[in-house]
């Protein structure tokens, strides 16, 4: 890959990334006070972060038995 093409994609993946960051700021000038919507809003890194890490717990090795023993063992 050349280096300009991938200074491009950089510039994008920065970009696109300090905008999503910004954009909830920008738009939303006074505190939420939707009690659904705070609590949704609170709970979402909690699901993200399971959802991201369960999966790859799982399929970190070959074995289905040791993935979940590595799990348990993790766990406590």
Same mark, same amino acid.
């Given at each position: +890959?050349?280096?300009? @093409?991938?200074?491009? *994609?950089? &510039?994008?993946?920065?970009?696109? @990334?300090?905008?999503? %960051?910004?954009?909830?700021? !920008?738009? !939303?000038? %006074?505190k939420l006070t939707n009690r659904y919507v705070r609590s949704f809003?609170? *709970?979402?890194?909690?699901? !993200?972060?399971?959802? +991201? @890490?369960?999966? &790859?717990?799982? *399929?970190a090795t070959r074995s289905v038995i040791s993935a979940i023993s590595?799990?348990? !063992? &993790? &766990?406590?």
């Amino acid at each position: +890959m050349e280096i300009k @093409t991938f200074l491009i *994609y950089l &510039a994008v993946i920065a970009g696109s @990334t300090y905008l999503i %960051r910004v954009i909830p700021f !920008v738009l !939303v000038n %006074r505190k939420l006070t939707n009690r659904y919507v705070r609590s949704f809003l609170y *709970y979402i890194p909690y699901a !993200v972060l399971a959802a +991201m @890490t369960v999966p &790859a717990a799982f *399929y970190a090795t070959r074995s289905v038995i040791s993935a979940i023993s590595g799990i348990v !063992v &993790a &766990a406590l």
